[in-house]
């Protein structure tokens, strides 16, 4: 029995040997080429992005520090006038976060529901589980701007376009993010619940969400930061809050860049500051929730 | 025998009842109250009143379906026939739809005997079934018609213009011109415009037939007029795809190139010293904060609009997310394959080459793949502030307003690039490093 696997040990070891080198050297042929394709392909893809674009790049490299330092040199000048131009601006900042915060609730509301409903072991109507994951990803392959460009010719300009945009966008998002995390969750509770009678929405709200509540409220703090983004974003396109009125004083162009300052300023506070709570957030969650 | 007094444990119990039922209430009312207060912030009551419906059934009826306008020059009698009133979809000189007959009048049948006929000296005849035959003849400016004071609301007339609506069309008479909208489902001249000999040609002749042009084999002229079509531009089209997937690519392996090796000054595990690890780690916090929107618009300053713009906003933002997440996972390295690895006499170099970058490949990969995806749509936003890609098309084609079944094509389109660039990104991520989950 146990010299069967060691019959005829001294030459196969050689074999062995070459058969494992040169499998070495075609993975490395392999890898080198894809490392060769990937050069090539970054190479020529900056040059074509290079010949499209209407300044060169090389020449673009040195006045890349014109205009910040125009800016900041304008508002250097004026900086008595900052902590005001900033007051000014907060209703906008206001409103750049309360789209982000409505669209983040409501597009996690929809999320929730969607990622449920397309669970497999959780799902209401488990045939239908295709037809709701077909719908999350169009959801989620729909960008913001394309939803919100059509609602503002349709409703006029105003952050109400913007809200539901980014809300579909998350709900696809989170969606999945979300059936990911059920997907995992333990189905005892859930048994335990239709044992007692319980309906379709009382096990998923005593079975399965407390199980899930921290990793969907990390995942619903990193959705909130990142529509942060979005929403100013797509105030630039015309949906209000502090991307219009970055805008509006730009293309004031000079003798209004103290504006555009106070604006650079609270737009990157904001983002920064709710990066920042986001993450520790996240971390206490993912914390507790490992132990 | 000793006496457990329960009470306590009681009346804990009863306190975290009863925080929890406070909880369970107060929470959904501050929400609650949030939306409240954000219904009256955004004027969503001003906004019905504000909303254009008409606008929204424009949009809709027109991004499946197409018209033909039909116009008399009325001071010259000259008639012209064109797809959507452009000067590309124009009929050829001579040729005509088979709904208008060309007699010594031209007659334009818009269906279920609804007819229109153009009568010399400037005169229209409008026959409506149930309704009569309206007759209107424009003279210098001014339009004299047979309708009296009693006019249905579907006719807007006064003595400059008169617009009749039908199901079946809308007709506009001014000093200047009569004009017909006659409309019919689908897209059309989608594939060729008239000019091209491939027009209205079936497409079993295209690939089988005899030659439709002499000079060019079938499949390849026919490639060619589609390709060059003036309506539906499907080149440009093209191209400004390839220039939004160009910006995510250059911007996302960029942005990763330059990330890997920062990530290593903001670890802790393999940059000694504190201060040079809290300069990266603040820089990162600042590409990021700064945030594409401010990126593009700086860089726009500088290198003009373009895709190149787009792909460095790209790039810049994401070698700040990049570090984040790459240092992250610096740290959480396993020491045990590095020290295996010095244990066989490696240098520094063959240490990280075997012992850290095996380790951190797949979730890089992981991360670097899925931002892939998401940049398609980044970019897709940022050519539409910066100018260039599907963005910059989609935004111009919602701004003229008429072209909604353009503005329909662009988004189908943009929605399935970034599908395909979803599953693309998936796929080559199990390819690359397995089946594993890519949790983050």
């Known amino acids: 029995m146990t010299d069967a696997s060691n019959t005829g040990p001294a030459a196969p070891l050689g074999t062995v040997q070459t058969n494992y080198m040169a499998q070495l050297q075609r993975r490395r042929l392999y890898g080198g080429l894809t490392l060769l394709l990937f050069v090539v392909l970054m190479i020529s893809g900056f040059n074509v992005a290079d010949g499209r674009n209407a300044g060169g790049f090389w020449d673009g490299l040195q006045n890349i520090g014109d205009y910040p330092a125009d800016v900041l040199s304008e508002a250097w000048a004026k900086r008595a006038d900052l902590p005001a131009l900033i007051w000014k601006y907060v209703p906008a900042l206001l409103e750049t976060i309360n789209i982000a915060a409505v669209s983040t609730l409501i597009g996690a509301a929809i999320g929730l529901v969607f990622s449920l409903l397309s669970t497999r072991g959780l799902a209401r109507w488990p045939r239908l589980i295709p037809l709701f994951r077909r719908m999350m990803d169009i ?77 969907f409220l990390s995942y619903g703090l990193l959705r909130f930061e990142i529509n942060i983004r979005a929403s100013a974003i797509l105030g630039f396109v015309g949906a209000g809050g502090l991307g219009y009125e970055l805008r509006n004083s730009m293309s004031w162009g000079p003798g209004r860049f103290d504006e555009a300052t106070a604006i650079f300023i609270l737009l990157f506070s904001t983002i920064v500051f709710f990066d920042q709570l986001s993450s520790r957030y996240r971390n206490r969650l993912a914390d507790g929730d490992a132990i | 025998m000793t006496v457990v007094d329960l009470s306590p444990a009681k009346t804990e119990a009863e306190a975290l009842f009863r925080r ?88 334009v049948d818009l269906g279920r005997d609804h007819y229109v006929r ?102 390849t002229g026919a490639i060619t007029d589609w390709w060059n079509n003036a309506m539906w531009r499907h080149k440009d089209v093209a191209w400004a795809i390839g220039e939004t997937i160009l910006m995510a690519f250059l911007g996302t392996f960029g942005a990763a190139i330059i990330a890997l090796p920062l990530a290593f000054l903001a670890a802790k595990k393999f940059a000694p010293f504190a201060l040079i690890r809290s300069v990266t780690r603040r820089f990162f916090d600042f590409v990021r904060g700064v ?87 980044s970019a897709t936003i940022i050519g539409a502030i910066t100018g260039g890609g599907i963005g910059l098309m989609l935004t111009q084609a919602i701004q003229t307003q008429k072209d909604w079944e353009e503005v329909a094509y662009y988004i189908t389109l943009i929605i399935l690039m970034v599908m395909v660039m979803d599953w693309f990104s998936g796929w080559l991520r199990a390819k690359l490093i397995g089946r594993t989950d890519a949790h983050t």
Not at chain 2, 325 to 346: C, P
């Open chain 2, 291 to 377: 945030d594409a929107l401010i990126w593009t618009v700086v860089l726009a300053r500088a290198f003009g609009p373009g895709p190149l713009t787009g792909a460095l906003a790209i790039l810049i933002t994401d070698t700040g997310t990049f570090g984040k997440i790459f240092s992250e996972a610096l740290e959480n390295v396993d020491d045990k394959q590095i020290e295996g690895i010095s244990s066989t006499g490696a240098n520094p170099v063959q240490r990280y080459r075997f012992g850290v970058i095996p380790q951190i490949i797949p979730v890089l990969l992981a991360q670097v793949l899925y931002f892939l995806e998401s940049n398609t749509r």
């Open chain 1, 139 to 215: 959801m989620r392959a729909v960008p913001e701007i394309v939803i919100a460009l059509v609602l503002i010719f349709v409703l006029g300009g105003g952050p109400v376009p913007a809200m539901i945009a980014i809300a579909i966008h998350t709900a696809g998002a989170l969606g999945k993010m979300f059936s990911e995390v059920a997907e995992n969750a333990d189905l005892k509770p859930v048994e335990g619940l239709a044992s007692t009678g319980a309906t379709w929405f009382q096990k998923m709200w005593y079975g399965v969400l407390p199980q899930v509540a921290p990793n």
């Open chain 2, 118 to 219: 153009f009568l010399p000296d400037r005169r229209t005849e409008i026959d409506i079934p149930g309704f009569g035959t309206i007759a209107a003849q424009a003279n210098g400016r001014q339009i004299a018609t047979n309708l009296g004071q009693e006019i249905p609301n579907w006719i807007n007339a006064s003595n400059r213009r008169v617009a009749v609506t039908t199901p079946e069309g809308r007709i506009t008479i001014t000093g200047s011109k009569t004009e017909i909208f006659n409309y019919f489902p689908g897209w059309e001249l989608f594939w060729f415009t008239f000019n091209s000999p491939y027009y209205g040609v079936p497409l079993t002749d295209i690939l089988f037939g005899a030659r439709v042009d002499p000079d060019r084999h079938n499949i």
């Open chain 2, 20 to 107: 929890k039922r406070l909880k369970m209430f107060v929470f959904p009312a501050v929400i609650l109250a949030y939306f409240v207060y954000v219904f009256f912030a955004f004027d969503v009551m001003g906004l019905a009143k504000r909303a254009n419906w008409d606008n929204a059934v424009t949009l809709v009826s027109d991004s499946w379906s197409h018209k033909v306008h039909v116009t008399r020059t009325n001071k010259t009698g000259e008639m012209s026939y064109a797809v959507e009133g452009e000067r590309k979809g124009t009929y050829p000189d001579g040729t005509y739809p088979d709904w208008v007959t060309v007699n010594d009048i031209v007659t």
